[in-house]
T-cell receptor, first 118, second 115 residues
Framework: DTGVSQNPRHKITKRGQNVTFRCDPI?????LYWYRQTLGQGPEFLTY????????KSRLLSDRFSAERPKGSFSTLEIQRTEQGDSAMYLC????????????????FGSGTQLSVL | AQSVTQLGSHVSVSEGALVLLRCNYS??????LFWYVQYPNQGLQLLLK??????LVKGINGFEAEFKKSETSFHLTKPSAHMSDAAEYFC?????????????FGTGTQLKVEL
């Protein structure tokens, strides 16, 4: 168990540029979540995957955001045409769930990718 | 809809003193409640969770929390603070009815432990 890995740790970009973040979950974890945390706030749910299927997206996830999880392993989160309001910490979490309900699900969080849009 | 409110964005205690971090929740369905800790430059780590079993939940590092339905509270306590407890603490709620575990977090409480 090497933990959830996120890359890069920090990303500085200019407004209007596209950025992509990567999350490597714990091996064999079938669920993967993306959260966003802005300064002074708690994390907010963005989207999650069960294996390769994206099962839910928050209304926070505008059309400029897209997430993928090909082959049910690592995931990428892309933001197109970045805006200053996108500046935040983007957190990834993974879990192993057996069955349909999530009663005993435990999320393991990565250290996040800090995005700064200038 | 669900939400949590954490009272006090900053709490300061002396080493060895009682730690009390407050969390009140709002939920239209029976909630599952969590406390997470975040150390600088690290990911969120689960301290403890309430999932409708015992109302007094014990977690890691000597922390515990009590679910009080009548008060809609889930306060986090530790009898004796240690310097290593200094971190940011988040309360979170979810309604686990199937599907994803979509947590709704509070705004966090920064705990400072002084000598």
């Amino acid at each position: 168990d090497t933990g959830v890995s996120q890359n890069p740790r920090h990303k500085i970009t200019k407004r209007g540029q596209n950025v992509t973040f990567r999350c490597d979950p714990i091996s064999e974890h079938n669920r993967l979540y993306w959260y966003r945390q802005t300064l002074g706030q708690g994390p907010e749910f963005l989207t999650y995957f069960q294996n390769e299927a994206q099962l839910e997206k928050s209304r926070l996830l505008s059309d400029r955001f897209s997430a993928e999880r090909p082959k049910g392993s690592f995931s990428t989160l892309e933001i197109q045409r970045t805006e200053q309001g996108d500046s935040a910490m983007y957190l990834c979490a993974s879990s192993l769930v057996t069955g349909y309900t999530s009663t005993n699900e435990k999320l393991f969080f990565g250290s996040g990718t800090q995005l700064s849009v200038l | 809809a669900q939400s949590v409110t954490q009272l006090g964005s900053h709490v300061s205690v002396s080493e060895g003193a009682l730690v009390l971090l407050r969390c009140n929740y709002s939920s239209s369905v029976p909630p599952y409640l969590f406390w997470y800790v975040q150390y600088p430059n690290q990911g969120l780590q689960l301290l403890l969770k309430y999932t409708s079993a015992a109302t007094l939940v014990k977690g890691i590092n000597g922390f515990e929390a009590e679910f009080k339905k009548s008060e809609t509270s889930f306060h986090l306590t530790k009898p004796s603070a240690h310097m290593s407890d200094a971190a940011e603490y988040f309360c979170a709620v979810t309604a686990v009815t199937g599907g994803g575990n979509k947590l709704t977090f509070g705004t966090g409480t920064q705990l400072k432990v002084e000598l």
